[in-house]
C-alpha cells in the first residue's frame, strides 16, 4: 500500500533550474524521513539528499550542496527536490525513498537531462 510517485523530471540547459516532487501515499508521511537518490552512468545510484520526517534537519551529497535543496509539505503529503545551476553531470533519474521499520520504498523515478 506505500506508494512513491516522482515528478518535474525534464530537460534543460546547464545553469538551469528544475523542481522535482515526490508524493507519498498509504503511509503517515510525517512519520518518516525522505530522501532523494539519482542513477547515473558513471556513478550508479547515488544519495543525493536527505530530510527528517518534519523537515528540521538536512543532508546533502557534496556534489549538490549549495545548488539543490530538499523540502517538504506534509500537509500535501510531497517532498521536493529544488534543483538550480544545474549541470550535466546531474543528468540521470531521480528516485525517492523512504525507510519504513528497516524496509525502503522506491519511488518509479523521474528522468533529468541537463545538456545544451
Known amino acids: 500500500q506505500v506508494q512513491l510517485v516522482e515528478s518535474g523530471g525534464g530537460s534543460v540547459q546547464p545553469g538551469g533550474s528544475l523542481r522535482l516532487s515526490c508524493t507519498g501515499s498509504?503511509?503517515?508521511?510525517?512519520?518518516?524521513?525522505m530522501n532523494w537518490y539519482r542513477q547515473t552512468p558513471g556513478k550508479g545510484r547515488e544519495f543525493v539528499a536527505s530530510?527528517?520526517?518534519?523537515?528540521?534537519?538536512?543532508v546533502y551529497a557534496g556534489s549538490v550542496k549549495g545548488r539543490f535543496t530538499i523540502f517538504r509539505d506534509n500537509s500535501k503529503n510531497t517532498v521536493y527536490l529544488q534543483m538550480s545551476k544545474l549541470e550535466p553531470e546531474d543528468t540521470g533519474v531521480y528516485y525517492c525513498?523512504?525507510?519504513?521499520?528497516?524496509?525502503?520504498?522506491w519511488g518509479q523515478g523521474t528522468q533529468v537531462t541537463v545538456s545544451s
Open positions: 525513498k523512504t525507510n519504513i521499520q528497516s524496509l525502503a520504498y
Open positions: 498509504g503511509f503517515m508521511f510525517n512519520n518518516y524521513g
Open positions: 530530510i527528517t520526517n518534519v523537515g528540521d534537519g538536512t
